[in-house]
């Protein structure tokens, strides 16, 4: 393996044609989130089989947690397509039958020149295509299982998501301040899907009905003050939904 790819270092953002003949860059596959990249020798290898069947297995628990995976093998289009289906992948597969990234990385199986595969390597990469956990998987033993997989990511996905303990200081405050930008999923959503406990905090604001005004004391307690009595009843209405200031009717739970 070339001698810059290594943890802490940035993963090549190769661009090759996928199962469905798209030609697809690393970085737009990857997006956000982390990455499981397998470099495979390709549908001929029993091995690949195995590794791949397990990650398959496994598809729904990465999925959930906003995982990303790719293969890359030396196969051609069909072969490539056959080696997806066969082990049951819902992941983009990358076909480099040019050799392109074996070459670039140094990576070539000397020791199989029939096939001229890739040595196998599994990576587990960060947002920006940044290196994690680098697996050499020439010997079956030497390539991550899922649980290996599940520790790698567990550690990355700490590190990258700012959300990743709800108790660290300051993040309630944001939230409650209506900054998402700490916020996996939420800093993206746009304002009219904002939560219905902030609908609540803008209705106290004077914003939701009658605007601008805060209430006052003594329009909370049953005075005159009609936008505060008006508030008084969105109050009551926790239990069933509230009506935000972007239109929105959200049902309100404890």
Known sequence: MRSDIIPGNVFPDYELPDHTSTV???????????????LARGNYCPKEHQQHLELAAHYPKINVAYTQIVTI?????????????????????????????????????????????????????KPGLVIHSIYNGYWFWGRPSFYD????????????????DLSTPGLREAWDAGDYSKFHGWDQRPAESMPASLCVVDSLRGSVIGGGQ?????????????????????????????????????????
């Open 214 to 254: 805060e209430p006052t004391g003594r329009g909370l307690i049953g005075g005159s003050n009609q936008h505060a009595n008006t508030l008084q009843l969105q109050l009551r209405a926790l239990s069933s939904g509230v009506i935000c200031r972007y239109g929105c009717s959200q049902a309100v739970t404890a």
């Open 24 to 38: 697809r860059r690393l970085s737009e596959l990857q997006g956000r989130d982390p990455l499981i990249l397998t």
């Open 149 to 164: 997989l599940w520790h790698d990511l567990r550690a990355a996905t700490a590190e990258i998501r700012p959300d990743w």
């Open 73 to 125: 093998a030396t196969d051609d289009h069909h072969t490539l397509q056959e080696f997806r289906s066969s082990v049951g992948a819902q992941w983009p597969f990358l076909s480099d039958p040019g050799r392109i990234v074996q070459q670039d990385l140094g990576i070539q199986e000397y020791t199989d020149p029939e096939h001229n595969p890739m040595i196998p390597h599994t990576l587990v990469l």
